[in-house]
């Protein structure tokens, strides 16, 4: 697991990659573990080449002659194991390894957090460590901090709209990735490789964006839309609100409120989008992202 022990297993496969020339980033990576565990396993075991059952056997020596580790904090083995693989984890997605191991034990605490004293205790790192960790959550805005009542230290704590606060902002992160491709695409042409790859990167982005961030529409507004979206396309020509209605048997409002949300939230009727032909009438095209001006070309028939 990553974290723990190699095994005779993992021994095998950094065998095999170093006899396919991997380098010890890659195996690591392979491996889910840091490239200076693979470089440290292979500096000790290597006589001359690498051998997985030589190297297990040394590492079982190595074993035998080392103390007994000293137990976890909160004597629960389980939970510090549980503390490493889901930090391990983490860290596979980018986020630092002791800061991941600093976030799970903050995770998995009570209510009322942990101290810089807490955290250094049950890691076994050192106050800076645990410091330089906690800045980065906080700059991440996943961990708050909070004065320990009657003293003069502070505890940390993940409270419950941390993961409203995360959304939020890798939704705002999205959409500006998705506006400033479509500038790009502007500066370099659409008709470019830049562009092209600017506007697939848009694309995606975009949809990201859209569909991450939250929506105030009631779920009724959002079925009335797609009712909407599909009398148009049944109709296949622009159509008024007034025969909207009068087909649906809805009030011109209802026709309105369900316009209105389709507009506001275009991801309902992707891949198509509502398109204003004239004040009160509309009908949907193809959307214009979704296809690049070569295909829109191709498609085009001749004149």
């Not at 500066?187 to 569909?211: H, K, P, W, Y």
């Not at 148009?232 to 622009?238: D, E, G, Q, Y």
Request: positive net charge.
């Amino acid at each position: 697991m990553p974290g723990g022990r190699l095994t005779h297993g993992d021994r095998t496969q950094i065998a095999v990659w170093l006899a396919e020339g991997l380098g010890y980033a890659e195996i690591g990576r392979r491996l889910g573990r840091p490239t200076s565990t693979i470089s440290r396993e292979v500096a000790r075991n290597s006589a001359g080449a690498y051998l997985a059952d030589a190297a297990q056997q040394a590492a079982g020596h190595r074993a035998r002659r080392r103390k007994p580790a000293r137990p976890a904090a909160d004597g629960q083995p389980a939970e510090a194991d549980f503390v490493d693989r889901f930090a391990g984890l983490l860290a596979a997605t980018g986020m630092p390894r002791m800061t991941s191991r600093v976030f799970v034990c903050l995770l998995t605490a009570d209510t009322s957090g942990l101290t810089s004293a807490d955290l250094v205790r049950a890691l076994q790192v050192s106050p800076a460590s645990v410091s330089k960790s906690i800045g980065y959550l906080e700059d991440m805005e996943l961990v708050v901090r909070h004065q320990d009542p009657g003293r003069r230290r502070e505890r940390y704590l993940i409270d419950d709209d941390v993961w409203l606060r995360a959304w939020q902002a890798d939704t705002g992160a999205h959409g500006q990735l998705a506006t400033a491709a479509h500038e790009g695409i502007e500066i370099f042409g659409a008709a470019t490789a830049a562009g092209a790859r600017l506007r697939r990167m848009g694309q995606f982005f975009a949809r990201l964006s859209e569909q991450m961030s939250g929506s105030t529409l009631a779920e009724p507004i959002v079925y009335d839309a797609l009712t909407v979206i599909a009398a148009l396309v049944h109709v296949s020509r622009p159509c008024t609100v007034d025969r909207l209605a009068t087909a649906l048997e809805w009030p011109n409002e209802r026709v309105t409120a369900a316009l209105d949300a389709i507009q506001c939230k275009p991801a309902l009727a992707d891949p198509l989008a509502l398109h204003p032909t004239a004040p009160g009438t509309y009908t949907l095209i193809a959307r214009p992202d979704r296809l690049s001006p070569a295909q829109r070309n191709a498609l085009t028939p001749p004149r």
